[in-house]
T-cell receptor
Framework: KNEVEQSPQNLTAQEGEFITINCSYS?????LHWLQQHPGGGIVSLFM???GKKKHGRLIATINIQEKHSSLHITASHPRDSAVYIC?????FGTGTSLTVIP | NAGVMQNPRHLVRRRGQEARLRCSPM?????VYWYRQLPEEGLKFMVY????????ESGMPKERFSAEFPKEGPSILRIQQVVRGDSAAYFC????????????????FGEGSRLTVL
């Protein structure tokens, strides 16, 4: 069993849809990262959170420390959101969720 | 304020040669992490360094791979006698504080170095 599990692995959505990506982890943490990797390969850190909820534009990240679970939400999705979203906890990474948003 | 700089962006080596990948962290960051992303796979932690010290190398292959972060200059990931299985994207990230422990620091990633072994 992986230390960090993400679901779904692949996700296709219509433009404008509300998207949720889930992350469950088994290791102890002080913070969880959500990363975005575009087809070109570069990685951007979207959020670092250790409790509660953070919002940046159309992106929202939540974490429940007791349940060892985090979610990344994208509101009003857009084709430019198409990327791989990766959950990282401590030194462990999820395998990523590949999101495709169709116009 | 430049971000994390990695070079080369692309490197081609023949089997048996050496590969050296460089990572200059963001200004003020003394914590550097190296990750490997094999084709069609997720990111895997390799090594965590703080200036002049290797803190955690639990993800590093035991042979042929080494890393350093000298007092002056970039961090270097060195792969000796490369094999085809070393072909991957190698990412470096830096942080102003340790990432993963108490008071964890945010990670900033470089663009990656893509190694191809022929």
């Amino acid at each position: 069993k992986n230390e960090v599990e993400q679901s779904p692995q692949n996700l296709t959505a219509q433009e404008g849809e509300f998207i949720t990506i889930n992350c469950s982890y088994s290791v102890g943490i002080s913070a969880l990262h959500w990363l975005q990797q575009h087809p070109g390969g570069g990685i951007v850190s979207l959020f670092m959170l250790s409790s509660g909820k953070k919002k940046h534009g159309r992106l929202i990240a939540t974490i429940n420390i007791q349940e060892k679970h985090s979610s990344l939400h994208i509101t009003a999705s857009h084709p430019r959101d198409s990327a791989v979203y990766i959950c990282a906890v401590s030194l462990y990474f999820g395998t990523g969720t590949s999101l495709t948003v169709i116009p | 304020n430049a971000g994390v700089m990695q070079n080369p962006r692309h490197l081609v080596r023949r089997r048996g040669q050496e590969a050296r990948l460089r990572c200059s962290p963001m200004k003020g960051h003394s914590h550097v992490y190296w990750y490997r992303q094999l084709p069609e796979e997720g990111l895997k932690f390799m090594v965590y360094l703080q200036k002049e010290n290797i803190i955690d190398e639990s993800g590093m292959p035991k042979e042929r791979f080494s890393a350093e972060f000298p007092k002056e200059g970039p961090s270097i990931l060195r792969i000796q006698q490369v094999v085809r299985g070393d072909s991957a994207a190698y990412f470096c990230a830096s942080s102003p504080r340790p990432s993963g422990g108490a008071n964890t620091g945010e990670l900033f990633f470089g663009e990656g170095s893509r190694l191809t072994v022929l």
